[in-house]
C-alpha cells in the first residue's frame, strides 16, 4: 500500500509539472534579442515587435509593448483607427490595411503657447548588430497650415544611463500620404529603449503618425549547429561567425569584442582621446572640429549626428563640419595623416572610416592621396541619412604621401558631415620623410547658371556643359552623373573604357555593413515635363536561375522616397552579352528630384553580373510637350492622348483592360478604390496645358461611379496662377453603368489646364472614364446639372436676379447645404423673394438653355427648396422657341426646410425649347426659394408609386448624401456586369443575368455596422399603403436589412428581414401615417455576402389588402358645404308641413345649394390644405393634360434629399415573406 501511495505521489508531481510545463512552455531570460528561443517565438513578444516576423503594425491593443508618454500633459500619441469619414487631419487609413478599420499610432490635437512633446517608448530591447535597422511608416501632415515647426518627428534611443542620442530625423515636409523610412540602429552594445518623440505648439490631431515597423537583420551572428565556421570566416567566442574582411574595421560584429582583439598593428584612432596623429589644420577657412553632441546640442534634434559611432552614445567623440554660426565663407574643409611610406599594388595602404553625411548641407567627402600632387582616390557624394556608414579605400603610390580627406559643404538649413572610428592598416607604414604637398586640383569649370537651372534637361549653358554630367550616357561623361549612395555590402560602380568607348554602372562588393540594396543616384533634375522617359539597357546574366534584381524610382526634393516605378527580377539570359531594354514613363515633376537604380544580387560572384548602360533622358524638359493627333479626345486604347498623371498627388489612374464603354472590352482608365495598394486621398489626371481663346469649350466624357463607398469624380480648371476651380463633380454610388457627362469650360484670357480628379471617400468602388472629346464651342445642353462649379447656361431675368451660391455664410434666408453633396459646400441658384427685395407679385425667372425638340416626351426633373413663411411661388414652364409657353408644374407657400423633388413632362413635337423656372413674390419676410440637380430623362415621367422594376434606373429611390445618416450607398447592378461582388444568380424581373437589381455588399474593404439608407420621397399621410418589395439573402450572409419609416428625423422600424436563403422571397408592408413620411430601406454590413432588392413598389392610399384608404384634406370650404345641407334639411321638413309652399321652398333650396358650393383659389396655385403633402397632384391645375403634369419623384438620379420636417407617423405593419 505504501508502494501504491508512492507511485500516485510521483503521478502528480508529473502531472503538476506538465501543468507547469504547459502554462510557461519556455522560461528565459534572452527576452528580446531577435531570436526565438522558445518554440512559439512567445519570448519575442511584446519587445517593440512581436513574433518570427519581428514587425508591429499596432493592429493589436497591446501595441507590440510600445506605451505613450506625454511630458506635460497636453500631447500625447494615442492607438487610433481613421474613423467613419473621410478625416480633416491624419491619415486617410492606416498603412498596413489601407482602410478605415485599421489601427495606426497618432499624436493628439496640441494648442499650446509652448513646444508641448509627445513620446512613445518601446520596452526594453537587447543589444544589437551593426547591421540593425528599423524600416517603419510615417504620417507628416500641416492640415490646418499652421507650420510643422524644425522637427516635429523624430527618434532617439535611451541608454540604461538615461542618456539619448537621437538616430532617425525624417524631412519636416508636409505631404498628405504614407511615407516609408530606414532608421538605422547599428551596433548597440547594451540594452536600450527606442523613444520616438514628436514636438509642436499647433497641430491637429493624427498629423504624426506611426504604423507597419519592421525590425530587420538585428541579431547579432548565431553559432552554426554541429559545424564550425566555414573558410572565409573566423569564430567569435559566443560561436557565433564573422567573415575575415570584418577583423579590426572598427566595428564590433562579434558582439563580444573577438573581431577587435589582437588589432595592435592597425593605426586605430575613436578620437575619445584626442586627434591621434591626424591633422585638422585645413587650405580652408572652414576647419574640422573634434566634438561630441553633447557639445554641439542636446535640445535640438536638427543638430549634429546624434552620437559617435564608436560607442553609439552622446557622449563620444568624432570629427564635424558644418556650416559655421558666422555663416558659410568657403564651402569646403580638410585634414590629413601624417606622411606614410609608398606602398604597392600587393600591400596596399587600405583606410577604413565611418561617415556621417546628413542633412541638405552635406555636399559629399572624397579621400585624396597628396604625393607630388594632389588627386582623389575615393568620393562619396551628397547625404546617405542619419547612419554611420564604413568606407573602405586602398592607396597605391610609389612616392611618399598623406591622406587628405576633404568636405563638401552647402550653405542649408541643417546638417552637416562626421568621421570616426578611422583604421589604418599595418600596410600604411609612418614615413620619416617630409614631402611638399602639391596643389590642389582646379575646381569645375562653366558656372554659368545658378545651381536650379542643372541638369534641368535643357542646355543653358554653352556647349550644355550644364548637363553633361547628370546621368544621361549620351554625353561624354554623363555615366559619371551616377553617384554609388550605397550603404550595405553590395554597390554600384562604373566601368569605363575610353578605348572601346563602353561604358555602363554593374553591382560589386561593397564595404558597408547593412544588408541593403545597391544604390545609385544622379544629381538633382528636373523639373521635368509629362512625356519625360527614362530610356536604359540592363542585363542580369550568369549561371544560377536567379540572378536578382534590379529597379528604378523617384526621389522627390519634398516628397521623399517614391514608389519603385519599374523593377525586373530574374535573369535576361546565362551570357554576359544578353541585355534588354526598358522604357520607364518619369513624367511630369515639380520638385525636383532624383532618379536612383536599386538591386540587389542574390549572390555575389564572378558567375553573376547585374549591368544598366545606353542610360538616355528623353523629352524631359519641363515645356515639351508632345503633339497628340486627337488632342485631349481620348478613348484610351492607345495611351492617354494629350493627358498625363500629376505625380505630386496620392495615387495613379490606370489603365483597366476588358471593361470600357467605346466597345465594351476594350480599355478604360481608372482608380480602383478596392486596391489594397492604394493609399491617400487624391488622384489627379492633368491635361496638356490649352492655349487661351475668345471661344468656349466643352469637356464630354463617360464615367462610373460604382461601389457603396467610392468617393466623388471632379473635373477642375486649373489657371495659369495655380488657382483650380470646379466645373463639374459628381460623388456617391451611380450604378455599375456608364453615363454621359457634358462639362462646359468658359473661355480664358491666359493659358489653363483641366483635371480630372478622383477623391476617395472610402475603400470600396471605383472611379473610371472613357471617350473624352474636348471641342469648341458650347456643350449641347447637359442632361444634368448641379451648378458645382458653374451655371450650365442657366440665365436669369425679371426683377431680381437669381444667385449661384451654396450654404456658406447664409444668414437669413436659404439653404444650408445643397442637394447634390448635402453640405454648406455644395452649389445652387437662388432667388431672394422677401418683400424688401421681391415685392409681392415681382417675377424673377431662371431660364435653361435652348434644347433640341424631339418626337419623344422627356421629363425634367428637379430639387426646390422654399424657405420662409410665404416664400411665393414657383411655377414651371416649357417655352417653345416660337409659341406660348405651357406650365408643366407649380407650387406654393411653405414646404419647410427641406429639398423636394418636382418633375414635368414635355412635349416639344421637333420644336426647339427652354425651360422657365419662375418665382412669383407672394410679401414674404427673410425668404426664399432654391433650385438645385436639374436632369432630364427621355422618357415620360413615372407615375408616383409605381412599381419600379430597376431596368431603367432607380426610380423614385435615392441615396443620400449626407454622412449623418448613412456613409455607404445601395448600388445598381446586374449579375452579368457584375465582377466584384457575390450577387443573385438573376434579377427578379427578368429573371436573367441582363436584369437590374439594388445590391448592399459587405466586404472586408469596409467595417461592420456601416449603414445605407435607401429613401423615398416624401409620401402623403395615409391610411393604408402597401408597400412590396422582393428581396434576396443567401445564408452565407451576415447583412442585414431593415424596413424604416422617416418622418421628423425618428425612425420607426416597419421590418426587419432576417436569413432567407435560396431565390427572391417577396415581402408586403401596411404603412399608416397621419403624416407626410418617407420609406426608408437600410443595409448594415457584415463580414461579407450582401443583400438584394427588386421590384419595389408602394400604393399610395391602397392597403395590401386593395382597400382604398385615401385620405381626403379637410378644409374649411368642407365645413361650409355641411352647413348648407343642414339648412336645406330644414327647410324641407317644414315644407311638408306647409304644402302650400312646397314650390317655393324647393326653388328656395336650389338657390342655396348654389349659394354653399366651394370657394374658389387662384387657378395659378393650390389651396392651403395641400402644402404639407408631399407630392399631391393638387399642385396642379385642372385643365393640365396629363402628359404634362405628372408629378413624381426621380428616375436614376444619384442623390437625394435625405431629410426632412414632418411630425409623428403611426404604422400599421403586416409583414409576409412569399416564395
Given amino acids: 500500500m505504501l508502494h501504491s501511495r508512492g507511485s500516485a505521489l510521483f503521478l502528480l508531481l508529473i502531472l503538476q509539472w506538465a501543468a ?10 534572452l527576452r528580446c534579442d531577435f531570436v526565438c528561443d522558445c518554440t512559439d517565438c512567445s519570448d519575442e513578444q511584446d519587445c517593440g515587435y512581436s513574433g518570427k516576423g519581428y514587425e508591429c503594425d499596432f493592429e493589436n491593443s497591446g501595441m507590440c509593448g510600445w506605451t505613450a508618454h506625454t511630458l506635460d500633459g497636453e500631447y500625447f500619441w494615442e492607438r487610433r483607427q481613421r474613423g467613419d469619414t473621410l478625416p480633416n487631419s491624419g491619415p486617410s487609413s492606416d498603412f498596413t490595411i489601407g482602410t478605415a478599420t485599421g489601427w495606426f499610432m497618432g499624436v493628439s490635437e496640441v494648442k499650446t503657447t509652448h513646444l508641448s512633446v509627445a513620446a512613445l517608448v518601446s520596452p526594453k530591447i537587447q543589444q544589437t548588430s551593426p547591421t540593425c535597422r528599423l524600416r517603419l511608416r510615417y504620417f507628416l501632415w500641416d492640415s490646418g497650415n499652421r507650420g510643422l515647426g524644425s522637427s516635429p518627428l523624430w527618434a532617439s534611443i535611451r ?16 505631404v498628405r500620404g504614407w511615407r516609408e523610412d530606414t532608421m538605422y540602429l547599428g551596433r548597440i552594445s547594451t540594452a536600450f529603449h527606442i523613444v520616438i518623440y514628436s514636438q509642436r505648439s499647433d497641430g491637429r490631431r493624427g498629423d504624426v503618425a506611426i504604423d507597419q515597423m519592421e525590425f530587420l537583420d538585428c541579431a547579432l551572428p548565431l553559432p552554426l549547429p554541429g559545424q564550425h565556421c566555414p573558410r572565409g570566416m573566423i569564430e567569435c567566442k559566443r560561436e557565433g561567425c564573422v567573415k575575415e574582411q570584418q577583423v579590426c574595421d572598427g566595428t564590433d560584429d562579434c558582439g563580444d569584442g573577438t573581431d577587435e582583439e589582437n588589432c595592435g598593428e592597425y593605426r586605430r584612432c575613436d578620437f575619445e582621446d584626442g586627434l591621434c596623429d591626424w591633422d585638422p589644420r585645413s587650405f580652408s577657412s572652414l ?9 554641439i546640442s542636446l535640445t535640438d534634434p536638427l543638430k549634429g549626428p546624434g552620437r559617435d559611432h564608436s560607442n553609439s ?15 558659410l565663407k568657403d564651402d569646403w574643409a580638410s585634414f590629413q595623416s601624417p606622411f606614410l611610406q609608398p606602398t604597392n ?6 583606410l577604413v572610416m565611418y561617415t556621417h553625411q546628413f542633412g541638405p548641407r552635406s555636399g559629399g567627402l572624397t579621400v585624396m592621396v597628396a604625393d607630388t600632387k594632389i588627386y582623389p582616390v575615393w568620393e562619396r557624394g551628397g547625404a546617405l541619412g542619419d547612419v554611420w556608414v564604413k568606407a573602405e579605400v586602398d592607396i597605391v603610390t610609389n612616392s611618399t604621401f598623406a591622406i587628405v580627406i576633404m568636405a563638401a559643404i552647402r550653405d542649408m538649413a541643417y546638417g552637416g558631415i562626421g568621421i570616426d572610428s578611422i583604421v589604418l592598416s599595418p600596410e600604411c607604414r609612418l614615413s620619416n620623410e617630409t614631402n611638399t604637398i602639391g596643389e590642389f586640383p582646379d575646381g569645375p569649370e562653366h558656372h554659368c547658371q545658378k545651381p536650379d537651372k542643372m541638369c534641368n534637361f535643357h542646355p543653358d549653358c554653352q556647349g550644355g556643359h550644364d548637363e553633361s554630367k547628370c546621368g544621361d550616357f549620351s554625353y561624354p561623361d554623363g555615366s559619371s552623373g551616377w553617384t554609388d549612395t550605397s550603404i550595405g555590402s553590395q554597390g554600384w560602380v562604373l566601368y569605363k573604357n575610353a578605348t572601346a568607348k563602353e561604358n555602363y554602372l554593374y553591382v560589386a562588393k561593397a564595404p558597408g555593413q547593412q544588408l541593403t540594396e545597391a544604390l545609385t543616384r544622379t544629381p538633382l533634375l528636373g523639373p521635368s515635363g509629362p512625356a519625360c522617359t527614362l530610356s536604359f539597357d540592363y542585363a542580369l546574366t550568369g549561371n544560377p536561375s536567379h540572378i536578382g534584381e534590379v529597379s528604378v524610382r523617384v526621389i522627390d526634393s519634398v516628397m521623399g522616397m517614391q514608389p519603385k516605378l519599374w523593377e525586373f527580377s530574374g535573369k535576361t539570359g546565362r551570357e554576359e552579352g544578353v541585355w534588354a531594354h526598358a522604357e520607364v514613363s518619369i513624367g511630369s515633376r515639380k520638385n525636383r528630384f532624383q532618379l536612383e537604380f536599386e538591386a540587389r544580387a542574390k549572390k555575389m560572384c564572378r558567375c553573376t553580373k547585374i549591368k544598366v548602360a545606353n542610360v538616355r533622358y528623353i523629352g524631359c524638359h519641363a515645356e515639351y510637350f508632345p503633339f497628340t493627333p486627337t488632342g485631349l479626345s481620348c478613348n484610351f486604347e492607345d495611351g492617354l492622348c494629350g493627358w498625363y498623371q500629376d505625380h505630386n498627388d496620392n495615387f495613379e489612374w490606370t489603365v483597366l483592360d476588358g471593361i470600357d464603354h467605346t466597345i465594351g472590352i476594350g480599355k478604360s482608365l481608372s482608380v480602383d478604390m478596392w486596391s489594397s495598394s492604394l493609399r491617400g486621398v487624391f488622384g489627379r489626371l492633368l491635361s496638356y496645358p490649352q492655349m487661351p481663346g475668345s471661344t468656349d469649350y466643352c469637356l464630354s466624357f463617360f464615367y462610373k461611379l460604382y461601389g457603396p463607398n467610392t468617393g466623388a469624380l471632379n473635373v477642375k480648371l486649373l489657371e495659369s496662377n495655380g488657382y483650380e476651380r470646379i466645373l ?5 454610388a451611380h450604378g455599375n453603368i456608364w453615363h454621359q457627362a457634358h462639362c ?17 471617400a472610402g475603400f470600396d468602388g471605383q472611379v473610371a472614364i472613357d471617350d473624352v472629346v474636348f471641342a469648341e464651342g458650347p456643350c449641347t445642353v447637359p442632361r444634368t446639372c448641379s451648378f458645382e462649379g458653374q451655371q450650365c447656361g442657366f440665365t436669369s431675368s425679371g426683377e431680381v436676379r437669381w444667385i449661384h451660391r451654396n450654404g456658406r455664410g447664409v444668414t437669413l434666408a436659404g439653404p444650408k447645404a445643397d442637394h447634390t453633396l448635402e453640405t454648406d459646400l455644395g452649389y445652387y441658384m437662388m432667388v431672394n423673394t422677401g418683400a424688401k427685395i421681391l415685392p409681392s407679385g415681382g417675377t424673377s425667372v431662371l431660364t435653361s438653355p435652348v434644347r433640341h425638340g424631339t418626337m419623344k416626351t422627356e421629363c425634367v426633373n428637379f430639387w426646390y427648396h422654399t424657405d420662409g413663411v410665404n416664400p411665393g411661388y414657383l411655377t414651371v414652364y416649357m417655352k417653345p422657341v416660337k409659341g406660348e409657353r405651357v406650365k408643366i408644374f407649380s407650387d406654393t407657400l411653405s414646404q ?3 429639398w423636394r423633388h418636382g418633375n414635368g413632362n414635355i412635349s416639344s413635337v421637333l420644336v426647339d425649347w427652354q425651360v422657365e423656372f419662375e418665382v412669383v413674390g407672394a410679401g414674404g419676410k427673410d425668404t426664399a426659394i432654391a433650385i438645385d440637380d436639374i436632369f432630364f430623362l427621355p422618357f415620360p415621367c413615372e407615375s408616383q408609386g409605381s412599381k419600379c422594376s430597376l431596368e431603367r434606373g432607380m426610380c423614385s429611390w435615392s441615396n443620400t448624401q449626407n454622412a449623418k445618416l448613412d456613409k455607404l450607398d445601395w448600388e445598381l447592378t446586374s449579375q452579368e456586369g457584375e465582377r466584384r461582388y457575390s450577387t443573385p444568380p438573376e434579377d427578379h424581373t427578368l429573371g436573367t443575368e441582363k436584369g437590374h437589381f439594388l445590391i448592399f455588399p459587405s466586404s472586408n474593404r469596409t467595417s461592420v455596422y456601416e449603414n445605407a439608407q435607401l429613401l423615398s420621397p416624401h409620401l402623403p399621410p395615409t391610411k393604408g399603403t402597401c408597400l412590396k418589395f422582393w428581396a434576396y439573402k443567401p445564408y452565407s450572409s451576415d447583412s442585414q436589412l431593415k424596413v424604416w419609416a422617416l418622418s421628423e428625423g425618428r425612425l420607426l422600424q416597419l421590418l426587419v428581414v432576417n436569413e432567407l436563403g435560396g431565390p427572391w422571397k417577396r415581402f408586403n408592408v401596411d404603412i399608416k401615417s397621419t403624416e407626410e413620411y418617407q420609406i426608408v430601406f437600410e443595409g448594415i454590413t457584415g463580414t461579407s455576402g450582401s443583400v438584394a432588392l427588386d421590384d419595389i413598389e408602394y400604393t399610395i392610399g391602397v392597403s395590401c389588402d386593395n382597400q382604398d384608404n385615401t385620405v381626403e384634406p379637410k378644409s374649411e370650404k368642407d365645413d361650409k358645404g355641411a352647413l348648407a345641407a343642414s339648412v336645406i334639411i330644414v327647410l324641407l321638413l317644414i315644407g311638408t308641413v306647409v304644402a302650400v309652399l312646397v314650390w317655393y321652398l324647393l326653388i328656395k333650396q336650389r338657390i342655396l345649394e348654389a349659394q354653399a358650393g366651394p370657394s374658389q383659389s387662384p387657378p395659378s396655385f393650390p389651396s392651403s390644405s395641400s402644402a404639407g403633402v408631399g407630392f399631391s397632384n393638387e399642385g396642379y391645375e385642372a385643365e393640365t393634360t396629363q402628359d404634362r403634369s405628372k408629378v413624381t419623384v426621380p428616375h436614376n438620379h444619384p442623390m437625394a434629399a435625405g431629410f426632412n420636417n414632418v411630425s409623428e407617423v403611426s404604422v400599421d405593419v403586416r409583414g409576409a415573406a412569399e416564395a
Fill in 20 to 29: 507547469g510545463a504547459q502554462a510557461n512552455p519556455c522560461e528565459t531570460d
Fill in 159 to 174: 541608454h540604461p544611463d538615461s542618456q539619448e542620442s537621437v538616430v532617425w530625423r525624417p524631412e519636416a515636409t508636409s
Fill in 287 to 295: 576647419k574640422w572640429e573634434r566634438t561630441n553632441q553633447e557639445t
Fill in 313 to 327: 552614445t552622446a557622449s563620444g567623440y568624432f570629427l564635424y563640419v558644418t556650416v559655421p554660426e558666422g555663416g
Fill in 345 to 350: 599594388s600587393s600591400h596596399p595602404c587600405k
Fill in 728 to 732: 463639374w463633380t459628381r460623388s456617391g
Fill in 744 to 760: 462646359s469650360v468658359p473661355h480664358q484670357l491666359t493659358g489653363f489646364q483641366l483635371m480630372f480628379e478622383a477623391v476617395r
Fill in 896 to 898: 419647410g426646410k427641406v
